[in-house]
């Protein structure tokens, strides 16, 4: 039985990932931070069914006896601070544990063994101020956040160690990815949970930032598959993972309230304050390379993750 090791376990990404691996007969092992209670966050699809350990991503030695003790086949890297208003945070310990722990891993697998194979969980916000879109693999990246410029840090280590050690390594260029285990700290997650509590009268509006913006918004579950085929070819290549398509927040809005028989106009105001800069080129992937090399293209539209998002919600206050 092929053992994968997943961090981040506790996240979105990484109970997709679990479910996935678990369903192709993986024995699978979740890492989480020191401290953190199981019981509280694992998804109950998981419960009983994989083994979580902790490990602390700042110690070396930790990260070396894990991966001599367990020996997984695949590694996924879901541990990082979170993007979205979270991404000026703390700057140095976004830049500890979404840049420097990602060489740490990588050392480690060189030390251990360099057949064990990488996936990072990478991300669009590397392009940041980006000079043309979409953006492909081969856009030059140009941070405009910590939480970017630590993922870069990452992202240009994986490709040392690659060319360097022989690693079979990945970055998985992510664009925005949504479910229903989505985190409080995003505007999608926001706009369903207001959404439903002002169906169930316990909410009359939602203030919003620029309703114009637009996103690549994507479904996790089918950006997680796309994270096990990069895993499985003849070589460690990076891809960008997206829809190649956008959608406003107003569109998200719509659609959200539409599914519940609300007009979002009628609820939804513009907070001129929460705006984000503007973005001179719109954050977009071409997943050309995805879908010819990995035959990956995504099975959820957007639309249809939107109502499992307010689905979801509703479920939660039953």
């Known amino acids: 039985m092929k053992t994968a090791l997943i961090t981040g376990i506790f996240g979105q990404d990484g109970s997709y990932l679990a479910e996935f691996l678990l369903a192709k007969g993986y024995r699978v092992v979740g890492i989480a931070n020191v401290g953190q209670k199981v019981s509280d966050k694992l998804v109950p699809s998981l419960i009983d069914k994989i083994e979580v350990i902790e490990w602390d991503m700042l110690d070396q030695a930790t990260i070396l006896d894990i991966l001599s003790r367990f020996h997984p086949v695949e590694v996924y890297n879901y541990a990082a601070y979170s993007s979205g208003e979270g991404m000026f945070d703390d700057p140095v310990s976004i830049g500890q544990i979404n840049g420097v722990a990602v060489a740490r891993i990588l050392e480690a697998i060189r030390q251990v063994d360099i057949s064990i194979r990488f996936c990072q969980a990478s991300s669009s916000e590397m392009f940041g101020k980006a000079i043309e879109s979409p953006q492909s693999e081969k856009t030059p990246f140009y941070p405009r956040s910590p939480y970017g410029a630590a993922k870069l840090y990452a992202h240009s280590m994986i490709n040392i160690y690659r060319k360097r050690y022989g690693l079979f390594a990945c970055s998985a260029i992510l664009y925005n990815h949504e479910s229903p285990r989505r985190g409080l700290v995003f505007v999608t997650k926001k706009i369903v ?125 039953e």
Request: aromatic share 12%.
């Open 193 to 317: 949970q207001e959404a439903v509590r002002i169906k169930l009268g316990l909410a009359v509006e939602l203030a919003l930032g620029n309703l114009a913006a637009c996103r690549d918004w994507g479904f996790a579950g089918d950006y997680v598959r796309a994270m096990w085929l990069m895993l499985q070819q003849l070589r460690g290549e990076d891809y960008v993972i997206a829809t190649g398509k956008v959608h406003s927040v107003r569109e998200f809005c719509e659609v959200a309230f539409g599914y519940l028989k609300l007009d979002y106009r009628s609820y939804v105001r513009q907070d001129v304050g929460a705006y984000r800069e503007d973005e001179p080129m719109q954050l977009v992937g071409d997943p050309k390379k995805a879908r010819v090399q990995l035959g990956w293209a995504p099975e959820v539209g957007f639309e249809q993750m939107v109502k499992m998002m307010v689905d979801a919600e509703l479920f939660s206050k």
